[in-house]
């Protein structure tokens, strides 16, 4: 049963740490999304890659947030330094781009920064 | 700009039927989801339309949408309380990309 792998489930860190989440896309998926969700902004797209190459990361913080694809089994997002309002549900998806667009969400990461 | 718009919370009657409203403002979006998302868990697909639609439907579930005022709706039937979740509307474009509501609290009362 193909799904995303999303690590750590939770992590709960101390401000000014640095965090890195990692996403296993479903085989085959050419497309791989990072989503923020919070109470107050709901699900916020931070940055999404196709084939690897970054297409839009408008969504995200750029003075502290970093999203990579080293290869096509790993998508990383990373925070560094890691502040209290970072605190949220970070989700990996991935889709294969074509008629219907289906996309699959991991669990996501529970991030805690105290 | 893309947006999309849900009400926030609505309550039920286990046996009755749900509808939950969604609108969206990008003429351009190819494909209309909704997603469920559980208590601690991830979002669901639960089941996307094709722009040039009008209805589709699946077991439990129908989808209405109405192109020209950029409405979707989704309607579960004979609702029970394992429907209980937060249900997303977002709408899609060939990109791939997806722009969510901020989801439906959808509670089903015994």
């Known amino acids: 049963d193909a799904r995303v792998t999303q690590t750590p489930r939770h992590k709960v860190t101390e401000m000014g740490q640095e965090v890195t989440m990692r996403c296993q896309p479903i085989?085959?998926?050419?497309?791989v999304f990072w989503y923020r969700q919070t109470m107050m902004q709901g699900l916020e797209l931070l940055a999404y890659f196709r084939n690897r190459a970054p297409l839009d990361d408008s969504g995200m913080p750029k003075d502290r947030f970093s999203a990579e694809m080293p290869d096509a089994t790993l998508a990383t997002l990373k925070i560094q330094p890691s502040e209290p309002r970072d605190s949220a549900v970070y989700f990996c998806a991935s889709g294969l781009v074509g008629p219907g667009n289906t996309i699959y969400f991991g669990e996501g990461s529970w991030l805690t920064v105290v | 700009g893309e947006d999309v718009e849900q009400s926030l919370f609505l309550s039920v009657r286990e046996g009755d039927s749900s509808v939950i409203n969604c609108t969206y403002t990008d003429s351009s979006s190819t494909y209309l989801y909704w997603y469920k998302q559980e208590p601690g868990a991830g979002l669901q697909l639960l089941t996307y339309?094709?722009?040039?639609?009008d209805m589709k439907q699946d077991q439990r579930l129908t989808v209405l949408l109405n192109k020209k005022d950029k409405h979707l709706s989704l309607r579960i039937a004979d609702t029970q309380t394992g429907d209980s979740a937060i249900y997303f509307c977002a709408e899609g474009s060939n990109t791939g990309k997806l722009i969510f509501g901020q989801g439906t609290t959808l509670q089903v009362k015994p």
């Open positions: 339309i094709f722009s040039n639609m």
């Open positions: 085989l085959g998926h050419n497309t």
